[in-house]
T-cell receptor, first 116, second 112 residues
Framework: EAQVTQNPRYLITVTGKKLTVTCSQNMNHEYMSWYRQDPGLGLRQIYYSMNVEVTDKGDVPEGYKVSRKEKRNFPLILESPSPNQTSLYFC???????????????FGDGTRLSIL | AQTVTQSQPEMSVQEAETVTLSCTYDTSESDYYLFWYKQPPSRQMILVIRQEAYKQQNATENRFSVNFQKAAKSFSLKISDSQLGDAAMYFCASRVPEKLVFGKGTKLTVNP
């Protein structure tokens, strides 16, 4: 089954304790992206990757890191989490990014992070 | 910068009736793509319908259709014969090369 898999689904942690949210897709997609969803703000992009070893900042990258060593995986790293990073996070992928891309993005089921 | 505006934070509809959700966008691109996503309480993001800006014909998917007015930069979603399972948050989104730009969403309630 074609899917984007995120783990964990839920996490409660404390300020400053490094954490990683994993994202994996099995569709051989080149493009992957991370979004955060906050009430009243919709979804905002954190980081994206057009292909392996190519990553770039989105609209709200502060406090986050990513890597794209393999095509299928795109982990989101919070090296020193803070309470303002409490949010619902989504990983998404599509076959291509770029100017001519009309493919919809496929989303994972979301990760609810609570940072105390 | 690309912006997407959904002016209706909440809407309600009676089961079996029709409802229209509004969306306007601003873009400097000549070629772009527009989407409606549904987010039910399970919080999954589910693609409802998409529209290529170069196509004049409005997209349709079963009970879902759009009214795409390119000159007015308007992209509304019409849901016909509303069902209880249509209750969800609906997000309008515009695709630019590196990302989707989302509106803030409209919460749709379907009354039995």
């Amino acid at each position: 089954e074609a899917q984007v898999t995120q783990n964990p689904r839920y996490l409660i942690t404390v300020t400053g304790k490094k954490l990683t949210v994993t994202c994996s897709q099995n569709m051989n997609h080149e493009y992957m992206s991370w979004y955060r969803q906050d009430p009243g703000l919709g979804l905002r992009q954190i980081y994206y990757s057009m292909n392996v070893e190519v990553t770039d900042k989105g609209d709200v990258p502060e406090g986050y890191k990513v890597s794209r060593k393999e095509k299928r995986n795109f982990p989101l790293i919070l090296e020193s989490p803070s309470p303002n990073q409490t949010s619902l996070y989504f990983c998404a992928s599509s076959l291509y990014g770029g100017r001519t891309s009309n493919q919809p993005q496929h989303f994972g089921d979301g990760t609810r992070l609570s940072i105390l | 910068a690309q912006t997407v505006t959904q002016s209706q934070p909440e809407m309600s509809v009676q089961e079996a009736e029709t409802v229209t959700l509004s969306c306007t966008y601003d873009t400097s691109e000549s070629d772009y793509y527009l989407f409606w996503y549904k987010q039910p309480p399970s919080r999954q993001m589910i693609l409802v319908i998409r529209q290529e800006a170069y196509k004049q014909q409005n997209a349709t998917e079963n009970r879902f259709s759009v009214n795409f007015q390119k000159a007015a930069k308007s992209f509304s979603l019409k849901i016909s014969d509303s069902q209880l399972g249509d209750a969800a948050m609906y997000f309008c989104a515009s695709r630019v090369p590196e990302k989707l730009v989302f509106g803030k969403g409209t919460k749709l309630t379907v009354n039995p």
